[in-house]
């Protein structure tokens, strides 16, 4: 069964530093979307993408944060330059034609020191 | 603002039915999902319901909408030891073309 990947599983990074998750989303799903999980706490919305372009984001998804799909497979999350509270579990999650069925990958545990 | 509510722990019998429940609080919620995530795993998409349905059911899973309440609950027949996991409730609003806001997540445990 097809399934959305995410690489790293466990991300390490000192604050200030830039760090890139990527994804690859289920072949011909059309919408992707990045969440996060801060320990504790909701899984929370940050950035819908469809069609090459941001279609909606959160108020968390400030200018620290890109997405970008920069290729025909892989959907990635930037952060330019981290901070203790983006320590999460980052998911990735895509969705074929109708963006009702989310399919969600198993996530990266960002760690910022 | 939209807000999704539900117990954190739930523990039944192996062979019981569980029942898990969850409120919400936006009336215009189109969809309603309920994901299951095993200890380290993402979150897996196991049913969801529209707004305008009461009920559906999915061999061993019903699920149950009392829109008047904003009440929205997932039963589990013969629980077994492989539905040990969290249990996120969520929903779509019409407010929004694609974001689903969850619940904390109810821990179901299965005692022997």
């Known amino acids: 069964e097809p399934e959305v990947t995410q690489t790293p599983s466990h991300q390490v990074t000192q604050m200030g530093q830039e760090v890139i998750l990527r994804c690859v989303p289920i072949?011909?799903?059309?919408?992707f979307y990045w969440y996060r999980q801060i320990l504790g706490q909701k899984v929370e919305f940050l950035v819908s993408?469809?069609?090459?372009?941001?279609?909606?984001k959160s108020e968390i998804f400030d200018d620290q944060f890109s997405v970008e799909r920069p290729d025909g497979s892989n959907f990635t999350l930037k952060i330019r330059s981290t901070k203790l509270e983006d320590s999460a579990m980052y998911f990735c999650?895509?969705?074929?034609?109708?963006?009702?069925?989310?399919?969600f990958g198993p996530g990266t545990r960002l760690t910022v020191t | 603002g939209e807000d999704v509510e539900q117990s954190l722990f739930l523990s039944v019998r192996e062979g019981d039915s569980s029942v898990i429940n969850c409120t919400y609080t936006?009336?215009?919620?189109?969809?309603l999902y309920w994901y299951k995530q095993e200890p380290g795993a993402g979150l897996q998409l196991l049913t969801y319901?529209?707004?305008?349905?009461d009920m559906k059911q999915d061999q061993r899973l019903t699920v149950l909408l009392n829109k008047k309440d904003k009440h929205l609950s997932l039963r589990i027949a013969d629980t077994q030891t492989g539905d040990s996991a969290i249990y996120f409730c969520?929903?779509?609003?019409?407010?929004?073309?694609?974001?689903?806001?969850f619940g904390s997540g109810t821990r179901l445990s299965i005692r022997p």
């Open positions: 999650a895509s969705s074929e034609q109708d963006p009702y069925e989310q399919y």
């Open positions: 072949s011909n799903h059309l919408y």
């Open positions: 993408f469809y069609n090459n372009e941001i279609s909606e």
């Open positions: 936006d009336s215009s919620s189109t969809y």
């Open positions: 319901i529209f707004s305008n349905m």
């Open positions: 969520a929903e779509r609003g019409r407010s929004s073309a694609s974001k689903i806001i």
